[in-house]
T-cell receptor, first 113, second 113 residues
Framework: QQQVKQSPQSLIVQKGGISIINCAYE??????FPWYQQFPGKGPALLIA???DVSEKKEGRFTISFNKSAKQFSLHIMDSQPGDSATYFC????????????WGAGTKLIIKP | EAQVTQNPRYLITVTGKKLTVTCSQN?????MSWYRQDPGLGLRQIYY???????DKGDVPEGYKVSRKEKRNFPLILESPSPNQTSLYFC????????????FGEGSRLTVL
């Protein structure tokens, strides 16, 4: 019940296309859902995060869509650029566990020029 | 510059030789955590600390020790390293005990022969 399932494991998208990464969870106590971006040789860095009181959050070309009833959330990258090539991790946490993040397994995204 | 600093960044050692990976943050963060990253397994939490002198096990604590004697430092100790501890290790910190951005170090790649 503590798992966060992320898909796909890897993704290749043409420059200018839309990249979509999906995550699913079981624990209804989760109330914080961040996405982290990791470039090779670097630590992950927060990209965007959402709380379950909204269904969508947009920051520039990056959008989180959240479906509370389906217990799913996804990252959409519009107009994908080669500089977006990285590994993306979704995560979830809950207050009753001191907001320890439960991580998805990661998606390696490659944007082809 | 706000940062989390880990040392060493790269280390090759032999089975059984005690080692310490240091982690220091300059943001006065209460919360610190250690993760290991392995291909296909994402980020797995080893130990975390909610504050000075308060530490707790994460998902994979076996073979590791930590201490939190000062707010800024959170060293990871491998008393008797084994080959299955070959991994990429990340230290991270967060401002408070609620949900929020995790700041990661750049990682320490450890190889145990």
């Amino acid at each position: 019940q503590q798992q966060v399932k992320q898909s796909p494991q890897s993704l290749i998208v043409q420059k200018g296309g839309i990249s979509i990464i999906n995550c699913a969870y079981e624990n209804t106590a989760f109330d914080y859902f961040p996405w982290y971006q990791q470039f090779p040789g670097k630590g992950p860095a927060l990209l965007i995060a959402i709380r379950p009181d909204v269904s969508e959050k947009k920051e520039g070309r990056f959008t989180i869509s959240f479906n509370k009833s389906a217990k799913q959330f996804s990252l959409h990258i519009m107009d994908s650029q080669p500089g977006d090539s990285a590994t993306y991790f979704c995560a979830a946490s809950a207050g009753d566990s001191n907001y320890q993040l439960i991580w998805g397994a990661g998606t390696k995204l490659i944007i082809k020029p | 510059e706000a940062q989390v600093t880990q040392n060493p960044r790269y280390l090759i050692t032999v089975t059984g030789k005690k080692l310490t990976v240091t982690c220091s943050q300059n943001m006065n963060h209460e919360y610190m955590s250690w993760y290991r990253q392995d291909p296909g397994l994402g980020l797995r939490q080893i130990y975390y600390s909610m504050n000075v002198e308060v530490t707790d096990k994460g998902d994979v604590p076996e073979g590791y020790k930590v201490s939190r004697k000062e707010k800024r430092n959170f060293p990871l100790i491998l008393e008797s390293p084994s080959p299955n501890q070959t991994s990429l290790y990340f230290c991270a910190s967060r401002a408070g005990q609620a949900a929020g951005e995790l700041f990661f170090g750049e990682g320490s790649r450890l190889t145990v022969l």
